[in-house]
């Protein structure tokens, strides 16, 4: 079965820089659509951004772009996500989701079948 | 940005009743819209895709459906497992992806 498995928990001074990893077993990587979405302590899911299966690129969310890079290596069949000038607000739980591409295509809309297991980034002085 | 609106925050419902969960767009998603399930602790769970088709393994108590601008999950039956966190998802344009803020269904 398909397992998202991420890199452990980070703390970081505010105006640095983090990079999560998620390592993809069970599938091809390049065979999934992955995104990252983030949720801060007690609050909501928040999508960051992810591969468009239509335009066959990677998409960020407005309120990211220029501070994230979302990157994937096929030969490791994993994927990161590095967040720079730190805030404390960007302390939460960052998720890896992911669909088969195939899937997406079918579905003709984003829904996320499998998540990693989270990793918490604490941004703190 | 579309704005996805869940009601109520909260709902409190007996073991064995049925819960109803609402979510309002924006704009219309037509039928880009999904469900997910969250426990304390643990990542989002799919239930729904494409506004009413379950995902892989999710049991018949739950269904969904609307489209354009109003979407219902409702869970039939309730089980001690199903209180949780559930939020909506759309998906209408690739650019933007959002989250409803989530409906927390508590054990009355």
């Known amino acids: 079965q398909v397992q998202l498995l991420q890199s452990g928990a980070e703390v970081k001074q505010p105006g640095a820089s983090v990079k999560v990893s998620c390592k993809v077993s069970g599938y091809t990587l390049t065979d999934l659509s992955i995104h990252w979405v983030r949720q801060g302590p007690g609050k909501g899911l928040e999508w960051m951004g992810g591969f468009d299966i239509e335009e066959a690129e990677t998409i960020y969310a407005q309120k990211f772009q220029g501070r994230v890079s979302m990157t994937e290596d096929a030969s490791t069949d994993t994927a990161y996500m590095e967040l720079s000038s730190l805030r404390y607000e960007d302390t939460a739980v960052y998720y890896c989701?992911?669909?088969?591409?195939?899937?997406?295509?079918?579905?003709?809309?984003?829904?996320?079948?499998?998540w990693g297991q989270g990793t918490l980034v604490i941004v703190s002085s | 940005e579309i704005v996805m609106t869940q009601s109520p925050a909260t709902l409190s419902v007996s073991p064995g009743e049925r819960a109803t969960l609402s979510c309002r767009a924006s704009q219309s998603v037509y039928s880009n819209l999904a469900w997910y399930q969250q426990k304390p602790g643990q990542a989002p769970r799919l239930l729904i895709y494409?506004?009413?088709t379950r995902a892989t393994g999710i049991p018949a108590r739950f269904s969904g459906s609307g489209s354009g601008t109003e979407f219902t999950l409702t869970i039939r039956s309730l089980q001690s497992e199903d209180f949780a966190v559930y939020y909506c998802?759309?998906?209408?344009?690739?650019?933007?992806?959002?989250f409803g803020q989530g409906t927390r269904l508590e054990i009355k």
């Open positions: 494409g506004a009413s």
């Open positions: 989701a992911a669909a088969a591409k195939w899937e997406l295509l079918l579905r003709r809309s984003a829904s996320f079948d499998y």
């Open positions: 998802q759309q998906s209408n344009n690739w650019v933007s992806i959002t």
